[in-house]
């Protein structure tokens, strides 16, 4: 048998407050092999970053290894010296933090940074190491690999940036590497680039693993092993095949009832939430701590004593923390929400015609120097979205998301087109000159909950002041009552009227958003990336919330995303931007079903697929999005398109699309000929589908 690069056995791990001992992790165990990639996954506040900084020795001061050990190459971490940690640190054991930017020295260059790897581990020559960082640049594939030495950090795209982070990690060739939320922050197309590059380095250089992520599908796609944590604990852990297809705890089900599959379907079989909340460390239940939210708890038993780690398959090591892993019908159908009927979109109320966004920058704009140049953010977009209908707006970082939703709302005006909203046009006026009952009419849910509550008001006082700038209600007393009824409609409870935003969950902070934004009773709600900041269990209630409120109260949604997996789900039309333009709409079927803008293609295939049964195929999209300030000549998309080859001369080069009808309502803007869209293959298949 080889030795475990890593093993660790009972470890308790415990912050130490004003108020008290407080524990985080209890008997953890987990061994990772030799060349062994081991996926940590659970809700946020489970305990995986802190088990990550315990293998580091880098816990905050409060925190403190109580029992149990961490085994590195058969060595007891807690008897090295601090020079033997500093040694194996960067060298023998190195993590790729979640953002990349809090790893890079912004006013060193891109070679020192990585030079000091090898420099200060293995006190090789200054030539040695810019040789060795310029291999290690090439390896993670960044384009002009001299120009990318010679860049400060950040002249790099945030995919760069990781990437460089990923060769920092990798330049001493260590034996374990951790990597905690490594792609959160980054487009899908930009994730796929790193996990792809994460599996062959992994692969290359024999590197252990250990992937922190809450991405089910990531996991399937990078790992071996997983081990699923639940408040402080491992409650599953297996061969991720063994764990993803014959799943053994409540929790670990329950995490992959709460995404969007492939197979699942808004209407006929909607996500199942997780009910309740992870629970505080210090309000932890007696005997399983999942028992509160697990439908399965059986009381008297379930309660009775700590839980074991009990064998499902020991041939696999395949263990669960659960009681009852024989006793349940694992493959008995959750309990849904009653079939809904679909609804059928109304009127037109929002509609958008030729629009452009441009905007002028020079070199110094302050002082008004240098070369002006115009940065076309939105070029020439056309859409019509209608009274309760969910349009989904998806592409890059870059492609213009962001300045069409600042458009809708008046914080940018427009510099062509049209959008008219009810019937009133309103692309000229600012937020400032908007009478009131049309800044009530589109409001907003965004992306980040934390940052759009003030934390010095409590909850109810913040829903109160919204109404009256809407002028709803006439007496303090009317507007306390329509934000209690409010609250009751994005289901909290009354009484987090006097809370304060502290003592909210990122969750139910999302909700007070969904409550401010329906306060005026609006027509739009323009939903920007409302899922990126949540758990998957929150991520599914949140969903459930917005299309109840959307059915009954029949609002049009304008839900920006790159998470193409919820769009699937969520969404009835969407519309495909890069840099500025159209290049794909239609329904939400026609979309995810052959033929595709051969963009859409490649976002396609970098969905992660958490469900076994299906599998997809590869497309890969080399470079990144150009600049706004020099859009390529011809089709924005030709310099990463890789079909061009499949269209004849320089036609992609020299002439921009236009938009072609491939279907009712289905139109593409790309000079691929008909044949060859007629002839494409869908990107994700049933896996029996593809063995046929």
């Avoid at 058969?74 to 790729?96: C, N, P």
């Avoid at 693993?209 to 990531?218: A, D, E, K, R, T």
């Avoid at 009256?468 to 209690?484: A, C, N």
């Avoid at 495909?576 to 026609?590: K, S």
Wanted: charged share 25%; with cysteine; net charge neutral.
């Amino acid at each position: 048998m080889t030795e475990p690069i890593l093993e660790i056995s009972n470890l308790h791990i415990s912050f130490f407050t004003k108020i008290g001992e407080i524990p985080a992790v209890m008997d953890f165990s987990m061994k990772v092999m030799p060349g062994e990639s081991m996926g940590l996954v659970g809700e946020s506040g489970c305990g995986k970053s802190t088990v990550s900084l315990a293998i580091m020795r880098d816990l905050p001061g409060v925190g403190r290894i109580t029992r149990g050990t961490i085994k590195f190459r058969g060595r007891d971490m807690a008897e090295m010296s601090t020079d033997e940690l500093r040694q194996i640190r960067g060298s023998q054991i190195a993590m790729v933090y979640q953002e990349p930017m809090a790893s890079l020295n912004p006013t060193m260059r891109i070679a020192e940074l990585l030079m000091e790897v090898p420099i200060v581990h293995e006190k090789v020559s200054k030539q040695e190491a810019r040789a060795r960082a310029l291999d290690m640049v090439k390896a993670v594939k960044l384009p002009d690999p001299e120009r990318i030495l010679n860049a400060y950090p950040h002249q790099l795209s945030g995919g760069q940036q990781q990437r460089i982070v990923i060769a920092m990690a990798l330049l001493s060739k260590p034996a374990l590497l951790l990597l905690d939320e490594p792609t959160t922050a980054l487009d899908v197309t930009v994730e796929a680039g790193i996990v792809d590059l994460v599996k062959d380095l992994g692969h290359r250089f024999g590197t252990s693993m250990i992937f922190v992520s809450h991405n089910l599908g990531l996991i399937r796609e990078t790992c071996d092993r997983i081990t699923v944590m639940y408040s402080g604990e491992a409650v599953e852990t297996g061969a991720v095949t063994d764990v993803f297809q014959h799943m053994r705890h409540p929790y670990t089900q329950g995490l992959f009832r709460s995404i969007a599959l492939p197979g699942t379907n808004k209407f006929e079989n909607p996500l199942v939430s997780i009910p309740g909340q992870l629970p505080l460390p210090h309000e932890r239940p007696q005997g399983c701590n999942f028992g509160p939210r697990c439908s399965h708890f059986e009381k008297g038993r379930c309660d009775a004593a700590d839980i074991p780690m009990l064998d499902v398959n020991p041939s696999t090591r395949h263990e669960s923390r659960c009681l009852r892993i024989a006793e349940i019908d694992w493959s008995a159908a959750p309990e849904r929400r009653a079939v809904q009927a679909a609804v059928t979109a109304g009127e037109p109320v929002l509609e958008i015609d030729h629009l452009q966004k441009h905007y002028q920058v020079s070199a110094n704009e302050i002082f008004g120097r240098g070369e002006r140049r115009t940065v076309k953010a939105n070029e020439d977009i056309s859409f019509t979205a209608r009274a309760a209908e969910t349009v989904a707006i998806v592409g890059e970082s870059g492609c213009g998301k962001s300045t069409l939703a600042k458009v809708l709302l008046g914080l940018e005006t427009a510099s062509g087109g049209k959008v008219m909203l009810a019937g009133q046009e309103i692309e000229k006026t600012g937020v400032e000159q908007r009478d009131t009952a049309t800044v009530a009419s589109i409001q907003m849910v965004f992306q980040n909950p934390f940052d759009t509550l003030n934390p010095s008001h409590t909850v109810g006082s913040q829903i109160m002041r919204t109404l009256e700038m809407f002028g709803v209600g006439k007496t303090t007393e009317e507007r306390r009552q329509r934000m209690l009824e409010l609250l009751d409609l994005v289901k909290l409870p009354r009484a987090f009227e006097r809370r304060m935003p502290r003592q909210l969950s990122g969750g139910q902070k999302q909700r007070i958003g969904v409550a401010r934004a329906f306060a005026g009773h609006p027509r739009v709600v323009i939903a920007d990336e409302p899922m990126s900041a949540l758990d998957v269990s929150v991520q599914a209630a949140v969903t459930e919330l917005l299309m109840d409120i959307q059915r009954s109260s029949r609002t049009t949604m304008v839900f920006i995303s790159h998470d193409l997996s919820i769009v699937r789900y969520l969404s009835d039309r969407v519309v495909v931007m890069y840099l500025g333009y159209i290049v794909e709409q239609g329904t939400t079927d026609q979309i995810f079903e052959p033929p595709y803008h051969p963009y859409t293609e490649a976002l396609l295939s970098a969905i992660p697929i958490a469900d076994p049964r299906y599998t997809k195929r590869r497309v890969v999209l080399e470079g990144d999005i150009p600049s706004a300030t020099n859009p390529p000549p011809g089709c924005p998309f030709q310099t990463r398109c890789p079909r061009k080859n499949q269209v004849p001369g320089t036609l992609c080069e020299t002439e921009l699309p236009p938009l072609r009808d491939l279907a009712a309502g289905h139109q593409i803007r790309c000079h691929l000929a008909q044949e060859i869209l007629d002839a494409m293959g869908p990107v994700i298949v049933a896996a029996s589908a593809e063995t046929a």
